[in-house]
T-cell receptor
Framework: KAGVTQTPRYLIKTRGQQVTLSCSPI?????VSWYQQTPGQGLQFLFE???????NKGNFPGRFSGRQFSNSRSEMNVSTLELGDSALYLC????????????FGPGTRLLVL | AQTVTQSQPEMSVQEAETVTLSCTYD???????LFWYKQPPSRQMILVIR??????QNATENRFSVNFQKAAKSFSLKISDSQLGDTAMYFC???????????FGAGTRLTVKP
C-alpha cells in the first residue's frame, strides 16, 4: 500500500496570508491526525478526524482549522499566518475508530516570512 | 493531563553496541498505547515499536525491545547491535485508547559512531 502523502512538501508564505495543507491517508484508513513540530515546542497535536468528524482538538487558536472529506483525505488551514507558525506539519493516519497505531506522512515544511 | 518525559537530550553509541533510551510518562488512564518513533534527518516519522498497556510482555521488533514498567510509568527502548542507520531523533509517545491525540516527549538525539 502507498503510504501517507502530504502536499505540498515545502511552502513559503508571508505574514497575514492563509495556507491550506493536504493529507491523503493510507488506503482504507479512516482516521487522520495533524501535528505541528517546531524546535521550541516539539511535537504538538492539532486535531484528529474520523469519518469526516473532528473528534479531538489540541490547544491551538481558531486560526488553525481542518476538515476531512468522504474519501478520508484531510486538509488543514491556517489563516492570518504569523511568524511562529513556521513549522513542520505532520499528518498521520490510522485504520479506524479505536486509535490504533498512527503512520506518518513526510510532512509539509512551512516557512512564514 | 498526560505528559511524556525524555530526560536524555542526546546520546551516542558505538556501532554494534547496545544503547537504552529512557522515557517516563504520567497518566491517570488505565488503557493506553506507548510508542517509540524514529525521525531521521529526512524528518519522516517512522514507527519503531508499540506497546499496549494491558500487555505485560515487553514488545520486541528485531533489534529493538522495550522495558515497560507500568507501575513506575516507565517505557525505555533498547537498541541492540546499533547500526549507523539508527542515527536519528527518537521520540517516545503516549496515546489513550479513546483519544487520538498522541503526546510526544521532547526527543533523544541518538548518534551511532563507526
Amino acid at each position: 500500500k502507498a503510504g501517507v502523502t502530504q502536499t505540498p512538501r515545502y511552502l513559503i508564505k508571508t505574514r497575514g496570508q492563509q495556507v491550506t495543507l493536504s493529507c491523503s491517508p493510507i488506503s482504507g484508513h479512516r482516521s487522520v491526525s495533524w501535528y505541528q513540530q517546531t524546535p521550541g515546542q516539539g511535537l504538538q497535536f492539532l486535531f484528529e478526524y474520523f469519518s469526516e468528524t473532528q473528534r479531538n482538538k489540541g490547544n491551538f487558536p481558531g486560526r488553525f482549522s481542518g476538515r476531512q472529506f468522504s474519501n478520508s483525505r484531510s486538509e488543514m488551514n491556517v489563516s492570518t499566518l504569523e511568524l511562529g507558525d513556521s513549522a513542520l506539519y505532520l499528518c498521520a493516519s490510522s485504520p479506524g475508530q479505536f486509535q490504533e497505531t498512527q503512520y506518518f506522512g513526510p510532512g509539509t515544511r512551512l516557512l512564514v516570512l | 493531563a498526560q505528559t511524556v518525559t525524555q530526560s536524555q537530550p542526546e546520546m551516542s553509541v558505538q556501532e554494534a553496541e547496545t544503547v537504552t533510551l529512557s522515557c517516563t510518562y504520567d497518566t491517570s488512564e488505565n488503557n493506553y498505547y506507548l510508542f517509540w518513533y524514529k525521525q531521521p534527518p529526512s524528518r519522516q516519522m517512522i514507527l519503531v515499536i508499540r506497546q499496549e498497556a494491558y500487555k505485560q510482555q515487553n514488545a520486541t521488533e528485531n533489534r529493538f525491545s522495550v522495558n515497560f514498567q507500568k507501575a513506575a510509568k516507565s517505557f525505555s527502548l533498547k537498541i541492540s547491535d546499533s547500526q549507523l542507520g539508527d542515527t536519528a531523533m527518537y521520540f517516545c509517545a503516549f496515546m489513550t485508547y479513546r483519544m487520538g491525540d498522541m503526546r510526544f516527549g521532547a526527543g533523544t538525539r541518538l548518534t551511532v559512531k563507526p
